[in-house]
T-cell receptor, first 113, second 115 residues
Framework: AQSVSQHNHHVILSEAASLELGCNYSYGGTVNLFWYVQYPGQHLQLLLKYFSGDPLVKGIKGFEAEFIKSKFSFNLRKPSVQWSDTAEYFCAVSRSNDYKLSFGAGTTVTVRA | DAGVTQSPTHLIKTRGQQVTLRCSPKSGHDTVSWYQQALGQGPQFIFQ???????QRGNFPDRFSGHQFPNYSSELNVNALLLGDSALYLCASSLATSASPDTQYFGPGTRLTVL
C-alpha cells in the first residue's frame, strides 16, 4: 500500500529563518507530487506540484520543492519565513492512472514574530 | 472565479442517523472527490465521481455512498452514523480532460460531529 510520511509533526521557527519540511513516499512507480497548505480558518490550498521535468519546482509565496527520485522524497523549502506562513502543510502523492491523492499526516508550522 | 463550495458548514448528528453533504465543483471542473479528515490527520480518500459514476473508491464501508448530478455537483451520504465518523469532510474538484495529471482543488469542508 502506498504511504506518505512527513517527518515533523510540529515545527516552530522565528521570522526570517529557513524552513524545510520533509516528505517521503513508498511507491516505486511514476508519481505525481503535491504540497498543500491550510492557513488557520481557511481551506486546503495548492502550494505547488510536480508531474515531470525539472525536479526543482517553484510554487506560490516563495516556496519551492525538490523531487529526489532515488530517495523517494519531495521536500518543501522556503529560504525566509514570515509570520503569515503559520499554517499546516500537507504532502500528497498520486500514482499515474490513479485518481486518489494519498496525504501525509501534515506538519504544523508556527512562525514567531 | 467560483471555487469549490460545500454545505452545510457544520452538522451535528446522533449515532445511527443518516447525513447528506453537498458539494459544487469549481467552475469548469467535471470531477468530484470526497475525503475524510480526522483530527490531527491528513485527508483520507473516500471516492471520486466522474460522468455521474463512482470511478474509484477508497477503503471506506458501504455506509458511505455518493452521487454526482448532471451539473457536476455531488452529494456524500453516510448511513448508520458511528462516533468515529466525526471528522471534516472535504470535497475536491478537478478537470478529467485536462492534458496534465489530475490537480484537485479543495472546498472549505463540512465539520460533522456525531454524538
Amino acid at each position: 500500500a502506498q504511504s506518505v510520511s512527513q517527518h515533523n509533526h510540529h515545527v516552530i521557527l522565528s521570522e526570517a529563518a529557513s524552513l524545510e519540511l520533509g516528505c517521503n513516499y513508498s511507491y516505486g512507480g511514476t508519481v505525481n507530487l503535491f504540497w498543500y497548505v491550510q492557513y488557520p480558518g481557511q481551506h486546503l490550498q495548492l502550494l505547488l506540484k510536480y508531474f515531470s521535468g525539472d525536479p526543482l519546482v517553484k510554487g506560490i509565496k516563495g516556496f519551492e520543492a525538490e523531487f529526489i527520485k532515488s530517495k523517494f522524497s519531495f521536500n518543501l523549502r522556503k529560504p525566509s519565513v514570515q509570520w503569515s506562513d503559520t499554517a499546516e502543510y500537507f504532502c500528497a502523492v498520486s500514482r499515474s492512472n490513479d485518481y486518489k491523492l494519498s496525504f501525509g499526516a501534515g506538519t504544523t508550522v508556527t512562525v514567531r514574530a | 472565479d467560483a471555487g469549490v463550495t460545500q454545505s452545510p458548514t457544520h452538522l451535528i448528528k446522533t449515532r445511527g442517523q443518516q447525513v447528506t453533504l453537498r458539494c459544487s465543483p469549481k467552475s469548469g471542473h467535471d470531477t468530484v472527490s470526497w475525503y475524510q479528515q480526522a483530527l490531527g490527520q491528513g485527508p483520507q480518500f473516500i471516492f471520486q465521481y466522474y460522468e455521474e459514476e463512482e470511478r474509484q473508491r477508497g477503503n471506506f464501508p458501504d455506509r458511505f455512498s455518493g452521487h454526482q448530478f448532471p451539473n457536476y455537483s455531488s452529494e456524500l451520504n453516510v448511513n448508520a452514523l458511528l462516533l468515529g465518523d466525526s471528522a471534516l469532510y472535504l470535497c475536491a474538484s478537478s478537470l478529467a480532460t485536462s492534458a496534465s495529471p489530475d490537480t484537485q482543488y479543495f472546498g472549505p469542508g463540512t465539520r460533522l460531529t456525531v454524538l
